[in-house]
């Protein structure tokens, strides 16, 4: 369903998302997944939550919330985390920490226990990874690496 032309700049949404159900999503993010959402992510919450909308038949913001909430272990609460993830990964993002790490843990007490807890499809764990191959001059650094995600899509 297209959304219907109101004027130049805006359209009319195909859902009514209000600024209390804005407040509910972001109070909810954060307590179940610590995530925690600006005000100006309005538009991208809509966007990606409006998804969920369609795909569970649920036609208002409010109802979906409420069951959201009303099914504390529902397998929703995965999709609703997920949806709200941003899996924005590359090799060597960031990449003026690298040279700090290598110098980091040339100088801690081997093995070194690293973990990348937003590794996204993991190009950040593999960075850490070759940055550790090169600092010790080994394929076969003393590390380990855990990387997780808290999107199970990823």
């Given amino acids: 369903m297209k959304p219907v032309q109101q004027n130049m700049l805006d359209t009319v949404k195909e859902f009514e998302f209000t600024t209390q159900d804005f407040d509910r999503v972001r109070a909810l993010i954060y307590q179940r997944a610590g995530i ?6 309005q538009e ?3 966007s990606r939550l409006a998804r969920r909308l369609r795909a569970t038949g649920i036609v208002s913001f409010q109802t979906y919330l409420n069951n959201l909430e009303g099914e504390v272990n529902s397998s929703e609460w995965e999709a609703f985390t997920n ?21 980091h843990v040339k100088k801690a007490k081997a093995p ?13 764990p593999y960075s850490i990874a070759m940055t550790l191959c090169e600092a010790f001059g080994t394929a076969t650094p003393p590390a380990n690496i ?5 999107d199970t899509n990823v």
């Fill in 36 to 41: 925690a959402l600006a005000e100006s992510k």
């Fill in 44 to 46: 991208m919450v809509y």
């Fill in 83 to 103: 949806a709200l993830t941003t899996n924005l990964t590359s090799f060597f993002r960031e990449s003026h920490h690298f040279p700090i790490l290598a110098e």
């Fill in 112 to 124: 070194v226990d690293i973990w990348c807890s937003a590794s996204s499809t993991g190009e950040e």
């Fill in 146 to 150: 855990i990387a997780t995600d808290i």
